[in-house]
C-alpha cells in the first residue's frame, strides 16, 4: 500500500485498493485524521487491528473534541469482542459520551455483510465483504459517501444503544 499523506480528504480522488488489516488501519487513520466533522462506522466487531490503535483513538478523541458539532457514531454488530477485552474506542465513547455514541444495529439489518467508514460525508472505506479486508477507499467521493451515509443512516434510525456496553459504564 502506497504512503497515506499524500492523499487529502476533499481532493483525492484516486480509487484506492485495500488487502490488508494494515491496508484498512492506514486508511482509515488517515481519514479520521483528516475529519473534520463526523466520521461513521459501520463493522461487525471494532476489528482491533483496524480500530484499536493508540493513533486512531487519538484522531477520533481530537475529531469529537474539535467543536460542539463534531459526530462519531459507530454501528457494531457484535460486541463479544470488545466485551472480552479493552478497547480504545469503547473507553473514549464512555468519556465523551456526548460526541461519540456506539448502537447496535436492529435485528433486521443483522445479516448485512458489508463494513465501512465515511469522513465527512466525502472519503470513505469499505470492505464489500466484512470479515476480509479486501475493500476499496476513496478520499474524495462524495457521491458514493453520500450513498453510504443513506445507509448507515437508515440503519442507525432503528439502531439502540448496545445492553452489553452499557454495562460497562457501570
Known sequence: MEDQQQHRLGKSQQLLTMSSSADNRDIALAL????????????????????????????????????????????????????????????LSQRLSSSIHIRQPHEEHRG?????????????LRRVIASRYEGTASFNAPAEARELMQLFDRIWEKSAPDLELRRLHL
Do not use: W
Not at 69 to 86: G, P, Q
Not at 112 to 124: C, R
Open 32 to 91: 479520521a485524521n483528516q475529519a473534520q466533522k463526523s466520521l461513521c462506522i459501520l463493522t461487525r466487531d471494532l476489528e482491533h487491528a483496524v480500530y484499536n490503535t493508540p493513533e486512531f483513538a487519538a484522531a477520533i478523541a481530537q475529531l469529537a473534541t474539535r467543536h460542539r458539532y463534531s459526530m462519531v457514531r459507530i454501528l457494531m454488530h457484535d460486541a463479544t469482542a470488545v466485551l472480552r477485552r479493552t478497547h480504545r474506542l469503547v473507553d
Open 112 to 124: 448485512f455483510t458489508q463494513a465501512f467508514l465515511v469522513a465527512d460525508d466525502t472519503g470513505y
